[in-house]
């Protein structure tokens, strides 16, 4: 069977290229933007796509998040968690003081904040991805530099000259990998992640949705609303949580909220990153046992009627 061709965000050297070498046996496409990538799985250019998600300083990538939701019918099938270092690089001889122009994906200028407020003469300029910003700086004979990883540097021919600048210390990045129709297999530590969109802005209406989960013991990992991009003040509701499609509970709260709402769209059953998952889960199950047979305790000291 052929090597699938996955698509990135590039040019080589990006973080998301350096999450890409971690899959194995694939044919790396590289893509101009995070909308070209997943453009070209929808239109079967390309077999997947491995974007970011989400940032454990920043949050949500509006462009893949937006794309998901709005623009294509794509499924998550794979998660990859990459822990993020960034440098500042520039060429051989160049000083952090004397640069002139710091550039960088949106994100990763975001995520440096601190440290470029100690660049207080240096220009910020936003690029479509930190190994673009690492060309530009290659190629320029300016005291420019970038923001970017060790693996852009190597690539083209640049000098980290200051290390692990970000403002946090536990720096990661949570990659997913998008195909077109199927779902991945249960594994046992998946997660499952959906968009709720309303007919209307009704009191209660999210408790309502949140409910159904709670009832059935399923763990939330990720709640945020997305302008619907239909009017100031609509929205809609993407929901991450613990378990497969394939399970039984999991298929029923589906069930249960697609009965109830204008429409769900379905993102995805995934494979997640370590035993985390499975943990919250048996930490829940064993909670709501222990609950439960708390209650029937106090029911079994119930006096009969006369």
Known sequence: MDSPRVGYLGPEGSFSHEALTLMGSV??????TIADVLSAVARGELDQALVPLEN???GTVSATIDGLVFDHDLVI????VLPIR????????????????????VHALAQVRGYLASLPHAEIVETTSTSQAAIDVAASTEPFAAVGSALAAELFGLTIIADDIADHDANATRFVLVGRQAIAA?????RTLIVCFQDADRPGSLYAILGRFAARDINLTKLESRPTKKGLGEYCFVIEFDGHVADDVVADCLADVQAHLSRVKFLGSYPVTGEAAREKRDEVSDARRSATAWIEELRGRIRPKD
Request: no cysteine.
């Open 27 to 32: 044919i790396p496409v590289a893509g101009a």
């Open 56 to 58: 454990a300083i920043e």
């Open 186 to 190: 249960p594994t046992g530590t998946d």
């Open 77 to 80: 099938v794979q998660e990859i």
């Open 86 to 105: 960034m440098h500042l690089l520039a060429r051989a001889g160049t000083l952090p003081e004397g640069v002139t122009r710091v550039s960088s994906y």
